[in-house]
């Protein structure tokens, strides 16, 4: 046998190994996910990227249902205009409990991902069906993307909804001092900017004299910091700055950056992002929670080990998501 014979059999007897490995793997975590069940904590997470391909390849980690069934006692509004962007009407879908209460409830607001150049509304209707059924006012937005429209667009467009929500909170029977909102990715950074900076880039979407501030945010693995060496190089961010370069203009970057706004009045914050997200690193996580704390913001982390960006479109993972979101709302807005 000839030395290049002999590479080619140890190259391929390696990648058996190599899948027999990651097969192994993805079997372990079926087994580790056997009995998940809520209030048993968060799923316990991958040690690389390698192993939750392999999870996916062998359709051992199960995703979710992007579009539910709507639940028995919920009522649910589509296409419901919301405001004005860029000369065109505004739309969320809106679902609200059958038989509410005569006390208001609190509202949600879902805000979706998508590097702020896709993504649509109905993406959270795994979120909203779920909160609504709970007793939730809630609603998933839609908004004006960069190939629309460039920063400030989305903020303002984000801003006009919680407006919109307050501005109605009798007849949706919601409780104006009890708003929240709450993204993934692109849509946890707006949720963030609509938190942490009321009373700044409002835009001219609709009902001017309302407020859009909030009661509370959830952050899920959404930029912090547009001024990091991640942030400023990536294409999704330099979009949405409308092309310009981070030393081209630092000031309207530092704008688009939550951190740039935090102060000791800011509402009360649910972060939660995996240490293996490619697209947000953890550490702009970790520097918001710190940054919350120092000020005397009511900060909550979850650092999940072990999980990447948009963690929570796998099943146990969601399910964990749906008790810990609604926790935070129960001690942060009250029960509905």
Request: net charge negative.
């Amino acid at each position: 046998m000839t030395v290049r014979k002999r590479v080619r059999t140890w190259a391929k007897w390696l990648g058996i190994l190599l899948m027999a490995a990651l097969v192994l793997a993805a079997a372990a975590f079926v087994y580790l996910h056997r009995d998940f069940e809520p209030g048993r904590g968060a799923p316990p997470g991958f040690r690389n990227r390698d192993e939750i391909l392999a999870a996916l390849a062998i359709r051992a980690l199960p995703m979710i249902d992007r579009a539910p069934p709507l639940p028995g006692n919920v009522i649910e509004k589509v296409g419901v205009v919301y405001g004005q962007g860029g000369g065109r009407d505004l739309l969320l879908d809106l679902y609200q409990p059958k038989e509410q209460t005569s006390r208001p409830v609190p509202g949600l607001i879902f805000i979706h991902g998508g590097a702020w150049a896709k993504g649509k509304r109905e993406d959270y209707r795994v979120y909203t069906t779920h909160f609504a059924a709970m007793g939730y006012v809630t609603t998933s937005i839609s908004y004006r993307l960069v190939r629309e429209a460039p920063f400030p667009a989305a903020v303002e467009d984000a801003k006009c909804a919680v407006r919109w929500m307050r501005a109605h909170a009798t007849e949706l029977g919601i409780d104006p001092a009890r708003i929240a909102v709450i993204g993934g990715s692109a849509g946890g950074h707006l949720a963030m900017m609509v938190g942490y900076s009321p009373g700044e880039l409002e835009g001219s979407g609709g009902s001017p004299d309302v407020s859009s501030a909030v009661a509370a945010v959830v952050d899920i693995y959404g930029p912090a910091d547009l001024s990091t060496d991640q942030a400023k190089s990536a294409e999704s961010a330099i979009a949405f700055m409308g092309g310009s370069q981070f030393d081209e203009a630092p000031e309207m970057w530092m704008s688009a950056s939550p951190v740039s706004h935090l102060d000791g009045s800011d509402p009360a914050t649910l972060i939660m992002h995996g240490t293996l997200d490619e697209l947000v690193d953890v550490a702009q996580a970790d520097d918001l929670a710190e940054r919350l704390r120092k000020l005397g913001v009511h900060c909550e982390y979850e650092r999940f080990d072990g999980w990447p960006h948009t963690m929570d479109v796998s099943a146990p993972m969601n399910a964990y998501f749906k008790e810990r979101l609604a926790k935070f709302f129960a001690e942060q807005l009250g029960s509905p």
